[in-house]
Antibody, heavy 119, light 112 residues
């Protein structure tokens, strides 16, 4: 059973870059079955899908964030990462990583990590 | 982007009674491959969302059979036949037929 765990700083200053990593265990990130995704949830609000990366490196980003988002994969470490540049208070949220398949979509989620943007 | 609209936004249910949540999409979620890419998630308090239903009506592994999904095209429904205390949380529908994937606003279910 695949498990996911997010890690990274819980506090980021405005205008800086938010960087998070998701470690995949119990399966290979190189499996062609999965699209490795990031989703976020501002406090008390709903879910926003940020984007995904396929093991080959191909990506898709939500146009609402596209100019600031980079998702990358490190197959040697079985990890994928999120970078969000020029952050503001509006980027304060719980960030989740998740695996998605064509059939079951976002079927396995990490526990999430809270990131606060504040000086 | 496809807009997903859920109703109601909140629901208070007596244990043992049924509950129903509606989700409407701004475009058809029926793909040319014959599949409909509509999903239901439950986010229990303090937890990440968990997949309940995929492709409209298929229960994910371990999901109790009191949960059922139905619908087609742009109109979908999640039904809980007999609500239990552990079913409290926020329910979200989501579409993946078109990028970006989008979620409904969420429906908060509480127990009376």
């Amino acid at each position: 059973q695949v498990q996911l765990q997010e890690s990274g700083p819980g506090l980021v200053k405005p205008s800086q870059t938010l960087s998070l990593t998701c470690t995949v265990s119990g399966g290979s990130i190189s499996s062609g079955d999965y699209y490795w995704s990031w989703i976020r949830q501002p406090p008390g609000k709903g879910l926003e899908w940020i984007g995904y990366i396929y093991y080959s490196g191909s990506t898709y980003y939500n146009p609402s964030l596209k100019s600031r988002v980079t998702i990358s994969v490190d197959t040697s470490k079985n990890q994928f990462s999120l970078k969000l540049s020029s952050v503001t208070a509006a980027d304060t949220a719980v960030y989740y990583c998740a695996s998605a398949t064509v059939t079951t979509c976002l079927d396995i989620w990490g526990q999430g990590t809270m990131v606060t943007v504040s000086s | 982007d496809i807009v997903m609209t859920q109703t109601p936004l909140s629901l208070s249910v007596t244990p043992g009674q049924p509950a129903s949540i509606s989700c409407k999409s701004s475009q058809s979620l029926l793909h040319s491959d014959g599949k409909t890419y509509l999903y239901w998630y439950l986010q229990k308090p303090g937890q990440p969302p968990q997949l309940l239903i995929y492709e409209v009506s298929n229960r994910f592994s371990g999901v109790p059979d009191r949960f059922s999904g139905s619908g087609s095209g742009t109109d979908f429904t999640l039904k809980i036949s007999r609500v239990e205390a552990e079913d409290v949380g926020v329910y979200y529908c989501m579409q993946s037929i078109q990028l970006p994937w989008t979620f409904g606003q969420g429906t908060k279910v509480e127990i009376k």
